[in-house]
T-cell receptor, first 114, second 114 residues
């Protein structure tokens, strides 16, 4: 059983650019959640996808968008990057509906916006 | 609204001493509570979780936490600290186990003194 993986591990972008981060869920999981962790802070919930549909969203603007694919992998897209978007982006997968719904986190993608 | 407060952004203990990391929550409904650990440059690893069963929860690496409704607390303890325990610890709360966003505290950095 493979764990949650994310790519790339590090990324540098400039203000105004667009970025796509990728997450591969743990085998058998049907739900993925994305979190933003700014330096020195706890993770903040961005949104969650369940069976390819958005299933809850935190206090993030629409330029943060996502996709979940039939194989339950996921993407986080951020348009019009701002300096404050610099953070560690974490995805977490879980299996909703089976009684064991713990969220398992990937290692994260560290994004730096210059 | 649900929230988590972690008292003490930095805690230092001597190797072999008791570890106590504090977490208080605010929730209008019975909460689900979690402790996660984050090692440098890594994602989050689940230590333990409270899901309304036993109030004393045992986790991995010798950690345990006790849910005290009257004190709205979920403090994390370990009887004897080990050098490998040095990491960032996050307390998190959720309304619904798994199918809901996690709300994290700001974290406590644990340093172990040799």
């Amino acid at each position: 059983e493979t764990g949650v993986t994310q790519s790339p591990t590090h990324l540098i972008k400039t203000r105004g650019q667009q970025v796509t981060l990728r997450c591969s869920s743990q085998s058998g999981h049907n739900t993925v959640s994305w979190y933003q962790q700014a330096l020195g802070q706890g993770p903040q919930f961005i949104f969650q996808y369940y069976r390819e549909e958005e299933n809850g969203r935190g206090n993030f603007p629409p330029r943060f968008s996502g996709l979940q694919f039939p194989n339950y992998s996921s993407e986080l897209n951020v348009n019009a990057l701002e300096l404050d978007d610099s953070a560690l982006y974490l995805c977490a997968s879980s299996l909703v509906g089976a009684g064991e719904e713990t969220q398992y986190f990937g290692p994260g993608t560290r994004l730096l916006v210059l | 609204a649900q929230s988590v407060t972690q008292l003490g952004s930095h805690v230092s203990v001597s190797e072999g001493a008791l570890v106590l990391l504090r977490c208080n929550y605010s929730s209008s409904v019975p909460p689900y509570l979690f402790w996660y650990v984050q090692y440098p440059n890594q994602g989050l690893q689940l230590l333990l979780k409270y899901t309304s069963a036993a109030t004393l929860v045992k986790g991995i690496n010798g950690f345990e936490a006790e849910f005290k409704k009257s004190e709205t607390s979920f403090h994390l303890t370990k009887p004897s600290a080990h050098m490998s325990d040095a990491a960032e610890y996050f307390c998190a709360v959720s309304f619904n186990f798994g199918n809901e966003k996690l709300t994290f505290g700001t974290g406590t950095r644990l340093t172990i003194i040799p």
